[in-house]
């Protein structure tokens, strides 16, 4: 875990985290937390089982900015993400904050630490990110790319012993006409840093809605 880092596009999360943390100044300077793919992070390209060609963060930039060069349309799932999320990551900052000054005046001292805060809310924001890419109203994939996906999740299906008209079925509730999924490479790649100051504490899992 050592030297991970992670990339959001314009660092637009980070950006978001750091306005959250001037809301109180025991956390200003100190904890942060940074929601987006780790650098160097590589999917498998399931044809060959060989690593692709591009980095997952690539990925996520690639399809954030777009490429009309080739076609591919900008799907920002992070800046819908946050215009979605923001005031539900904010309340839940000042609910822990919150709950943390109350247990200090009753004992002197909360559990609820200032990092276990930051471990959560950058949690939460991972799985609202990850859901917003499971459902949010993108550009629609072309014809082309929904029958190269159906191609090759059919004859895993096949593969796997399902009958023609199992696999058809299997297929017609299917991610195939999902824009950012394919085989869930940058769904599942999204993490949340951890940083006090500078120094990275940890990765956390996106936590499920």
Known sequence: ????????????????FERLNKMTRRFTG???AEVGVVQNATGTDKRTGKPKRIS?????????????????????????AIKQFMPKWRAELKRQLKKQSREEWKTGKSRLTDKKIMEGLGATAAGDVKYTIETGDFEP????TIARKSRG???????????????????????TKTPLIDYGDLLNAQKAAIYKGNKLTGIKSAKRR
């Open 1 to 16: 875990m050592n030297g991970a880092k992670l990339t959001d596009n314009k660092k637009g999360l980070k950006k978001l």
């Open 30 to 32: 100190e904890w942060n």
């Open 56 to 80: 997952i963060a690539q990925e996520a930039f690639y399809n954030c900015k777009g490429v009309p060069e080739k076609n591919i349309p900008a799907r920002d799932y992070q800046t819908k």
């Open 141 to 144: 994939n072309s014809p082309a």
């Open 153 to 175: 999740n059919y004859r895993k299906l096949r593969r796997k012993g399902l009958s023609a008209e199992e696999s058809a079925s299997a297929l017609a509730g299917s991610g």
